[in-house]
C-alpha cells in the first residue's frame, strides 16, 4: 500500500510541476511581466524566469523513476517549501501582487493558493517520510547485541 501510496503522490507532483512549467512557458511574456512587477523579485524575473520552470521540470524528472523517487520527492517538498514561503509573504507584506504561477493555479487567490502549497508541501513530507529506509538487519542485530 505504502508504494502505490508514494507512485500516487510522485504522479500528483509530476502533473503539477509539468502542467506549471509549461503553462509558464507557453504563456511566457504574461509571466516576465508579472514576475517584473514584483518589488521583490523584479529585478531578478529573466534568470528566475527560467529557473523555476526548469526546476519544476527536474523535480518531476526525478519523480519518475524509483531510483531517483525519494530524491524527487525532497526537492518537490523544498520547492514546495520555497513557493509557499513566497505566498506567505505575499499575504503579509504585499497582497496586490499578480500571481506568477502557471495555468489555472493562477485563478486561485492568496489565501488559497497558500493553502494549495501547504497541502503539497504536506504530501511531499509524507511521501518522504513513506519512502524512509528502514535499517538493515545487521544494525538491528548489533544493537540489540549491544543491548545485551
Known amino acids: 500500500m505504502n ?17 506549471t512549467a509549461l503553462s509558464k512557458w507557453f504563456t511566457y511574456n504574461i ?8 518589488p521583490d523579485l523584479g529585478r531578478f524575473a529573466l534568470p528566475i524566469s527560467l529557473l523555476v520552470p526548469g526546476l519544476e521540470l527536474l523535480a518531476a524528472g526525478l519523480l519518475l ?5 525519494r530524491k524527487g520527492l525532497w526537492f518537490s517538498f523544498v520547492l514546495m517549501l520555497i513557493f509557499t514561503a513566497y505566498v506567505a509573504y505575499v ?6 501582487l499578480p500571481c506568477t ?3 489555472i493555479i493562477r485563478q486561485l487567490s492568496w ?7 501547504i497541502f503539497f508541501t504536506m504530501l511531499a513530507a509524507v511521501g518522504l517520510h ?10 538491528n542485530q548489533f544493537r540489540s547485541f549491544a543491548r545485551q
Open 130 to 139: 513513506l519512502t524512509k529506509k528502514e535499517p538493515s538487519n545487521e544494525n
Open 65 to 69: 523513476f524509483d531510483k531517483t523517487l
Open 111 to 117: 489565501p488559497q493558493h497558500l493553502i494549495f502549497n
Open 101 to 103: 504561477c502557471g495555468g
Open 3 to 19: 508504494k502505490k501510496f508514494v507512485q500516487i503522490i510522485g504522479y500528483a507532483f509530476i502533473l503539477l510541476f509539468v502542467y
Open 91 to 96: 499575504l503579509i507584506y504585499a497582497s496586490d
Open 31 to 38: 509571466y516576465l511581466y508579472d514576475l517584473r512587477r514584483s
